[in-house]
């Protein structure tokens, strides 16, 4: 457990009676650190289809995934992104996005205008807790602070913190469908 990456993770659900229950309540078991990135993530949650089952009494966080929700699925994860120092710049992007389970999704098309940019086939919706980051687009970027709330449509892009203080985001993100491929098929 990282100590100040400490997330109360509380579910409700219903008892064999159709009673409403809360059925965890505690501290998210399921955090990760990247190494490198100093990155720290919580995954609270992830749903394998839509719509989502929800008579399922197991913790559906407990498993391995990457950046990018399942196919017809859904994750709620929260991240701490540090301040970017000297070092961002020398992040190797592939291994970086790698081990993120988003190599695939690794911008192309030429250099990434940042180390961290890339993309998935998914809506996402950014809410920002504490602190403040800059969402770099291809050509533009847009300044965030806490409160502020982003809806990402499989856009390339990358988060980057000029602060001097950590920013946390809380994301939800619905697998959907690729707007890019689309216009490739149509």
Same mark, same amino acid.
């Given at each position: ?15 064999? #009676? ?12 399921? $955090? ?9 993530? @919580?995954? +609270?949650?992830?749903?394998? *289809? ?11 966080? *407990? ?10 699925? #859904? ?17 190797? %992007? ?24 890339? =993309? ?9 807790? %504490?602190?403040?980051?800059?969402? +770099?687009?291809?050509?533009?970027? $847009? ?18 913190? =000029? @602060?001097?203080? $950590?920013?946390?985001?809380?994301? $939800? ?6 707007? +890019? *491929?689309?216009? %490739?098929? @149509?």
């Amino acid at each position: 457990m990282h100590p100040t990456h400490q997330i109360r993770r509380i579910v409700t659900g219903h008892d064999d #009676s159709g009673k409403a229950i809360v059925e965890m309540d505690g501290i998210c078991p399921h $955090v990760r650190v990247r190494p490198g990135a100093g990155f720290v993530s @919580s995954l +609270l949650w992830v749903t394998d *289809e839509t719509p989502a089952r929800m008579d399922l009494r197991r913790d559906r966080a *407990e498993r391995t995934i990457g950046v990018p929700p399942p196919p017809n699925g #859904s994750i709620l994860r929260v991240v701490d992104f540090p301040p970017v120092d000297e070092q961002t710049d020398k992040i190797d %992007q592939e291994a970086l996005l790698k081990s993120m389970g988003a190599g695939h999704h690794a911008h192309g098309g030429g250099p990434a205008r940042h180390p961290y940019m890339h =993309r998935t086939k998914s809506v996402d919706y950014a809410i920002v807790l %504490q602190g403040e980051i800059d969402m +770099l687009l291809d050509d533009s970027e $847009v300044h965030m602070k806490a409160g502020d709330i982003l809806v990402q449509q499989g856009t390339n892009h990358a988060w980057v913190n =000029r @602060s001097k203080e $950590v920013c946390r985001i809380a994301f $939800v993100l619905i697998d959907g469908i690729d707007p +890019l *491929e689309q216009r %490739q098929k @149509s």
